[in-house]
């Protein structure tokens, strides 16, 4: 009997190892469909994969970003809860892994978008919270410094009666932290941890727009389409930065 385990053990363990290598190449072929299917089997026999939670997170992420957050979507919506179910478990899994907090950032963040100004409010400060920790745990993490850009842009682009209503009715007071200047210095440090990553130029290029200053603008959309797609959404990036150079350069005319 102790013979036969032995020899059970490490094939289940083979087992599992070839489930995370084909996920993870999945992943990188942009096939997501089995990617999901892949970490959702090695997850039920080993539920507390660190690794396979945080994938199976981003990989959930980017199947719903696959639909408008403009449109109403259960589906959509579904695959955001379950991200950030995933998320938690592998921050549970392991508190000391910066890519499980970052999976938990971009769930949280990205389900919120879905969601009224009150929940989207309440939800804004555990992204932040979130999006630091993995920044203290890995200071060069690209994905981290976006989030937390895209945060501070978030936080000004809020009408102001709702920012009023953060600070003086939900007691969020870090809401006064965010700036355009920190949104600005947030995106740069992504793009210098990564600059291959098109969707770093890309929001950089929102912010700057924001900030109507238009030959940044330009520099960061030129470089999303010139760069290669690596990502899923990459492609979907560069048409929405053809559309935003025709505003720039409207803007850059004499």
Known sequence: MLAFACVVLPTQLSAQVDQLAAGIHAEEIHDLAAARTHFEMLLRHDPHSYEANWRLAMVLIDLAKQTSDKVKSPARDSLYVDAENYAHRAVAADPGGSEGHFALANAVGRGALTK?????IRRASIVRNEALRAIDIEPHHDGAWHILGRWNAEIMRLPAIE?????????????????????????????????????????????MISRREWAAAKVELDAVATLPSIDVSDSA??????????????KLRP
């Open 163 to 207: 920012k009023f209503f953060a600070k003086n009715f939900l007691g969020a007071s870090v809401f006064g932290a965010a700036s355009w200047e920190e949104a600005e210095r947030d995106l740069r440090l992504a793009v210098q941890y990564a600059p291959a990553r098109i969707v770093h130029r890309f929001d950089l290029a929102e912010i």
């Open 116 to 120: 009224g100004t009150k929940e989207r």
């Open 237 to 250: 990036y560069k048409r929405q930065a053809r559309d935003r150079m025709a505003v720039v350069m409207s």
